[in-house]
């Protein structure tokens, strides 16, 4: 009876692989994650309050055309969530300091 090389060629040992290793902590990970967060936070309201500054300025005849067309354009760039998240940001702008006369 021949015995099969098989079985010899499924056992043979596989080469160890060395595996990266993050050179973070999970905490140190979830710390970037929050400060980058607050960064973004940070970067939309000031975008959101440029463009609130730029509405107010213009004409009342063309400002909503004029935001409709700078919405479009950020949708165009970088994706229409974050057209919408800045648009978000504007109204929250709008109310905390427009309506309150900070203007």
């Given at each position: 009876m021949a015995q099969s090389i098989l079985p010899?060629?499924?056992t043979k040992p596989s080469k160890q692989r060395a595996?990266?290793?993050s050179p973070f902590t999970d905490e140190q990970r979830v710390h970037f994650d929050?400060?980058?967060a607050q960064q973004k936070r940070i970067d939309d309201m000031a975008?959101?309050?440029e463009l609130v500054q730029m509405f107010y300025a213009r004409d009342k005849a063309e400002r909503?055309?004029?935001l409709r067309e700078a919405l479009n354009?950020?949708?165009s760039k970088r994706g229409s969530g974050h057209a919408s998240n800045i648009r978000t940001?504007?109204?929250?702008?709008?109310?905390?300091?427009?309506?309150n006369n900070i203007l």
């Amino acid at each position: 009876m021949a015995q099969s090389i098989l079985p010899t060629l499924l056992t043979k040992p596989s080469k160890q692989r060395a595996t990266w290793k993050s050179p973070f902590t999970d905490e140190q990970r979830v710390h970037f994650d929050k400060i980058a967060a607050q960064q973004k936070r940070i970067d939309d309201m000031a975008t959101a309050r440029e463009l609130v500054q730029m509405f107010y300025a213009r004409d009342k005849a063309e400002r909503n055309t004029w935001l409709r067309e700078a919405l479009n354009r950020i949708a165009s760039k970088r994706g229409s969530g974050h057209a919408s998240n800045i648009r978000t940001c504007m109204t929250e702008i709008k109310t905390n300091e427009y309506q309150n006369n900070i203007l």
